[in-house]
């Protein structure tokens, strides 16, 4: 999975609470993305970063914030998980200067919200 | 906008047969497209793409996949399915560009491919 790990990889939480799910790259890449996997709906895009501290809404976002304080890791925080946040979340990396728009993904995280 | 097609949200073959997926896209602009791959309680992972140059694509794992500007089309195929075949199959498109920039990739619903023995 191309140096891209995300933790934790299961997650059962109820409705309410605050969750932050985490993503860590090894291989320097500039953009770092979050998706969200549903049956039938295939990735929708919910925030992305081009760069430390630099980071903007895709079509999904309302829910979740993000953060990236550092190069290696991006983090996306559900402030209060609701039952249609149960999804599979998977992160991606992108380094333009080597691929433009191929993106590498993790191994996702599959989160229950009761 | 961008969008994407997959038809046939599940496919079935025989081992041994020939496997076609079927990706239309839409794009206002020269597109770049790509093929990803997905195991069961796996992330995704690159099948093949297309970016310039040749329409005929080949992939990892015996796939290959033809750019087809006139049909808008971005159909995957493999003479002869095998076993481990079996995964999700997206694909994706983006707008292109150049060395050093970057676009979103938009994605297609997804098509379950089944193989038999």
């Known amino acids: 999975d191309a140096g891209i790990t995300q933790s934790p990889r299961h997650k059962v939480t109820e409705t309410g609470t605050p969750v932050t799910l985490r993503c860590h790259q090894t291989?320097?890449?500039?953009?770092m993305y979050w998706y969200r996997q549903d049956p039938g709906h295939g990735l929708r895009l919910i925030h992305y970063s081009y760069g430390v501290k630099d980071t903007d809404k895709g079509e999904v976002s309302d829910g979740y914030s993000v953060s990236r304080s550092k190069t290696e890791d991006f983090l996306l925080t559900l402030e209060s998980a609701t039952s249609s946040q149960t999804s599979v979340y998977f992160c991606a990396i992108n380094d333009p200067f080597t691929s433009t728009d191929t993106q590498y993904f993790g191994p996702g995280t599959r989160l229950t919200v009761l | 906008a961008q969008s994407v097609t997959q038809l046939g949200s599940h496919v079935s073959v025989s081992e041994g047969a020939l496997v076609l997926l079927r990706c239309n896209y839409s794009?206002?602009?020269?597109?770049?497209l790509f093929w990803y791959v997905q195991y069961p309680n796996q992330g995704l992972q690159l099948l093949l793409k297309?970016?310039?140059?040749?329409?005929l694509v080949k992939g990892i794992n015996g796939f290959e996949a033809e750019f087809k500007k006139s049909e808008t089309s971005f159909h995957l195929t493999k003479p002869s399915a095998h076993m481990s075949d079996a995964a999700e199959y997206f694909c994706a498109v983006s707008e292109g560009g150049y060395l050093g920039a970057t676009n979103k990739l938009i994605f297609g619903t997804g098509t379950l491919l089944a193989v038999q023995p």
């Open positions: 794009s206002s602009v020269p597109p770049y």
């Open positions: 297309y970016t310039t140059g040749a329409t």
């Open positions: 291989e320097n890449h500039r953009y």
